[in-house]
């Protein structure tokens, strides 16, 4: 079955103090890394900003949402992130792991001691 990672991140000062090329600059090189990643099987499924008007949203401005061949894949996606220097400039909570169908999750949620 299909690895995920939903990803939950705001700005950090540092992020906030980066000039437009700087900006611009870090997102050049995410980009250079996202092609190996993709041909290990990482799929972005959606990316956005939190909408805080929701009922309990959370408390981070942005999220993504990723879809992973398997638990190599979602090793790397996570390893790359980091080796980008994301985390000097955003705040990120990861969840990620196997996914299941409804059934699945509620069989989890179930048998939790």
């Known amino acids: 079955m299909a690895h995920y990672l939903a990803e939950l991140y705001s700005p950090k000062p540092a992020w906030l103090a980066l000039d437009p090329a700087g900006r ?3 997102f050049d090189g995410v980009g250079a890394g996202m092609g190996a990643l993709m041909a290990l099987g990482v799929e972005v499924l959606a990316m956005g900003e939190v909408e805080a008007g929701s009922l309990h949203p959370a408390p981070q401005r942005f999220f993504a949402l990723w879809r992973l061949a398997d638990q190599a894949a979602l090793d790397a996606l996570l390893g790359g992130i980091a080796a980008s220097g994301w985390h000097d400039y955003f705040d990120t909570v990861n ?5 299941t169908d409804l059934g699945g999750h509620l069989a989890q949620l179930a048998a939790v001691a």
């Open 24 to 26: 611009q600059r870090f």
């Open 95 to 99: 969840a990620g792991g196997r996914g």
